[in-house]
Structures are given as C-alpha cells and as structure tokens.
C-alpha cells in the first residue's frame, strides 16, 4: 500500500436539526488526541468534557480516549488515526460531553498525499450547539425558541449565552474564517506526548 500523507473527513454530529456538519483535513500521522483537538476547533466546542472514539460509540470495547480509573480505553495519544482510517468510506464513532452524550460520525472521504503540518477546515454547514446546553433534546428545545419562543423565554437564552438584549443565536451560522482560526491553533507539536 502506498504511504499517503493527508486525510480528508466529513465529521456530521448526529440528530442535529439544521444538519451541523465540519469537513477538515488532516495530517495522516495525527494521533487521535490530536483528532480530537481538531474536531473541537473546526465545531467550536470547549474542550471542557471527556470524549471517546469507537467504532459503536461510547463504552466500546476498542473505545480510545484519555484512560483514566473508570474508563478503560486505549491511548488516543498514542494511536496513529491512520490505523483505523485506512480506506475511502472508514467510518468511526466520536462522542464528546459524556452527559449531553454529543455524537459525531467520522468518515473518511479522500486519502492524498499532500504533505500538510496542520489541519484546516475545508467547509461546514449550521453553529455547533453550545456547550452544556443539555443534549440534543435542549440543543431543540434552543433552536425552537429562538424561531417560536416567547419574549421571555428568547431573554433567558440571551443572559446564558452572553448574548445582546437584541441578539438572537443563529443555528444556521457558519463562518470559515473563524473555523480555520481556531484550527490554525492546534498546534501539532504542542499534542505530541
């Protein structure tokens, strides 16, 4: 088999209404930690919760993420993703915020070798849920509101999102500046361990 260098993945986060999905490419010698490091830049998650890999989603018996005590899972840090992403339609599970239980399905799209030392976002569609909004069914609940919600109800979101008075949270938003921006951050030789 040839050496390729750069994958290309369409990463979906599943039972979202608009479809929120991120296309990024990476170096083909990423680890999973460093997988994980771009998936949270390109979507704009906090990196504030645990996260898995697995091919059955969370509690895989082959899961990847940071062992710990309670969770006995292989090494990201340690695992090149090019050992699991090997062919064009490889597909894995991600799973982020353990409580909120956000699930991402992780395709694999294009293998090049095209030398590349970061990811970068090539398109995406619709804003990632906030953090701790409370699963998919709050992630709703948010999105109605702001289309259907009350005078009342719209504030409240407004104060917990840090929004203006005006303002309204916009889940058909996507910017690729800001993605690539917060990717460009990902530093590969500061993930490395």
């Not at 990476?26 to 949270?40: K, R």
């Not at 490889?90 to 090049?112: A, M, N, P, R, S």
Request: aromatic share 12%; with cysteine.
């Amino acid at each position: 088999m040839p050496r390729f260098k750069t994958l290309q993945l369409k990463i979906t986060l599943l039972e979202t209404r608009p479809s929120v999905w991120r296309r990024i490419v990476v170096p083909a010698g990423f680890n999973f930690y460093q997988l994980h490091m771009a998936i949270q830049a390109a979507f704009g998650w906090e990196n504030s919760h645990l996260f898995e890999f697995g091919k059955h989603g969370l509690n895989d018996p082959d899961g990847i993420g940071i062992p710990n005590d309670e969770m006995p899972v292989k090494d990201a840090r340690r695992i090149k993703i090019s050992a699991i992403f090997r062919k064009v339609n490889d597909k894995f599970t991600y799973v982020y915020d353990f409580g909120d239980h956000w699930q991402h399905q992780v395709v694999l799209e294009e293998i090049t070798d095209k030398d590349i030392h970061t990811a970068y976002c090539l398109g995406g569609k619709n804003e990632c849920p906030p953090e701790d909004v409370g699963n998919i069914r709050g992630y709703q609940k948010m999105v109605d509101t702001f289309a259907h919600g009350t005078t009342a109800e719209k504030r409240s979101y407004r104060q917990w999102l840090g929004l203006r008075s005006n303002e309204d949270w916009d889940p058909a938003h996507y910017n690729q500046r800001e993605v690539n921006k917060r990717m460009a951050l990902v530093a590969p030789e500061d993930l490395t361990f």
